[in-house]
């Protein structure tokens, strides 16, 4: 199994723009997770869905940030306009079962909003 | 207010050497408690779940203790590899199902 998958690895872009970034679980995962991480912040839980139904997006923090799941091999995570303080890795992480399940997370997504 | 503390906040040691991490959590009701290995520039890989009802888990020269009553946590690495320079990251989660509540990390670099 090629594990999570997400894309683009990085990402610059200039502030007010917007930024889509993409993942695709492990096939037959049907939780995934969406989490930002920054020095100063640590690991964020943003959002998460269950067989495609987000479950709790408490974490997300603005509405300027939106989350989808359109079917059971994709997610989007988009953030519309973008801020410089929106510069962060973000990870997209899937499990086969409910919260005691391992998580798997992908490579993750640099961002750098200037 | 639900917390996740670990400490220390970095620590450096020979490689061979045993260490121990500490994670303290205020976090309640309680469902699980996670340690993670994050490689720079990688995503965290898992090492150990453990609920309530377990003490100790291992994976390898990794062992996770736990003890609920204390809310207290640790992880011991026996004969530290230069691989093992990672951070490690303590997650407990609340009720199944429910938010995750992660600590900073703890940064460990091993040397030769």
């Known amino acids: 199994d090629a594990g999570v998958i997400q894309s683009p690895r990085h990402e610059v872009t200039e502030m007010g723009q917007e930024v889509t970034l993409r993942c695709k679980p492990i096939s037959g995962h049907n939780s995934l997770f969406w989490y930002r991480q920054t020095m100063m912040r640590g690991l964020e839980l943003l959002i998460y869905f269950n067989n495609n139904v987000p479950i709790d997006d408490s974490g997300m923090p603005e509405d300027r940030f939106s989350a989808k799941m359109p079917n059971a091999s994709f997610s989007t995570l988009k953030i519309q306009p973008s801020e410089p303080r929106d510069s962060a890795v973000y990870f997209c992480?899937?499990?086969?079962?409910?919260?005691?399940?391992?998580?798997?997370f992908g490579p993750g997504t640099r961002l750098l909003v200037l | 207010k639900n917390q996740v503390e670990q400490s220390p906040q970095s620590l450096i040691i020979l490689e061979g050497k045993n260490c121990t991490l500490q994670?303290?959590?205020?976090?309640?009701?309680?469902?699980?408690l996670r340690w993670y290995k994050q490689d720079t520039g990688r995503g965290p890989v898992s090492l150990t779940i453990?609920?309530?009802?377990?003490n100790t888990k291992s994976n390898g020269r990794y062992t996770a203790t736990l003890d609920a009553d204390t809310k207290q946590s640790s992880l011991h690495i026996t004969a530290s590899q230069l691989s093992d320079s990672a951070s490690y990251i303590c997650?407990?989660?609340?009720?199944?199902?429910?938010?995750?509540?992660f600590g900073k990390g703890t940064t460990l670099s091993v040397s030769s």
């Open positions: 992480a899937s499990t086969a079962g409910g919260g005691s399940e391992t998580q798997y």
């Open positions: 997650v407990v989660m609340g009720q199944a199902g429910t938010a995750l509540i």
């Open positions: 994670c303290n959590y205020t976090v309640s009701p309680f469902s699980n």
């Open positions: 453990m609920t309530f009802s377990e």
